[in-house]
Structure formats: structure tokens, C-alpha cells
């Protein structure tokens, strides 16, 4: 199990930027995927982006492609989120989720990530 702790939510104005954070403490950090979701009131949860293990590869969500970018730093066990071009429909509390996979995959389902954050709460205004 790995324990998971966002940051950086806050409230930006429509084209603005943040970058979300998220701590990771426990088991071993790189030998989990990683993955950033985000849920709005009365909606389901939506994958926005995911990372393999070491990096090599990503994917994106179509809402945010080409907007938003994921990186990690293993030495420092922390995975982010850059958020540009911020939309008021980005507006949502945005989870960090871990998952073991084979090798270098990824993963967009929800179901695959066992350990989540508490969430960290991103508000885009008009």
C-alpha cells in the first residue's frame, strides 16, 4: 500500500495555470503507475491523465489533451500535474491514484489503482 497526498488546488481564473502535486509515502514509488482523476459535483469520476512507472510513457484525457501534462520525480516519490489553459469545466476535486501494472504500462480506468488521495480541490473561474 502506498499512502497519497495531494497539493496545489486553489482557485485560478479561466486561462490560468496550476500544478498539482502528489506526495507519495509507503511501498516502493517507482513501482507504481500513476494517476491523476477529477470528479465535479453530480458527475462521475473522469480519468485525466496517467504515467508508467518510469516515465516512459503517458496518456491523456481528450478534455485535457495538449492542456495538461503529467511528470514524476521518483527521487523525490511525487508525481505532478501541470494544468494550463484552465477551462471553468476543469472545475472538480482531482485525485491521485497509484496502481501496480506490468512493466512500463498505463492505465485510464479507475478500477485498476488501488491506493487514492484525499483530493485536492481546482476551481476555474469565468
Known amino acids: 500500500q502506498v499512502q497519497l497526498v495531494e497539493s496545489g488546488g486553489g482557485l485560478v481564473q479561466t486561462g490560468g495555470s496550476l500544478r498539482l502535486s502528489c506526495a507519495a509515502s509507503?511501498?516502493?514509488?517507482?513501482?507504481?503507475?500513476m494517476g491523476w482523476f477529477r470528479q465535479a459535483p453530480g458527475k462521475e469520476r473522469e480519468f485525466v491523465a496517467t504515467?508508467?512507472?518510469?516515465?516512459?510513457?503517458?496518456d491523456y484525457g481528450d478534455s485535457v489533451k495538449g492542456r495538461f501534462t503529467i511528470s514524476r520525480d521518483n527521487a523525490k516519490n511525487t508525481v505532478y500535474l501541470q494544468m494550463n489553459s484552465l477551462k471553468p469545466e476543469d472545475t472538480a476535486v482531482y485525485y491521485c491514484?497509484?496502481?501496480?501494472?506490468?512493466?512500463?504500462?498505463?492505465?485510464?480506468?479507475?478500477?485498476?489503482?488501488?491506493?487514492w488521495g484525499q483530493g485536492t480541490q481546482v476551481t476555474v473561474s469565468s
Open positions: 491514484a497509484a496502481a501496480q501494472l506490468y512493466g512500463e504500462s498505463v492505465s485510464r480506468s479507475a478500477g485498476g489503482y488501488a491506493d
Open positions: 504515467i508508467s512507472l518510469g516515465g516512459a510513457f503517458t
Open positions: 509507503g511501498r516502493t514509488f517507482s513501482s507504481y503507475a
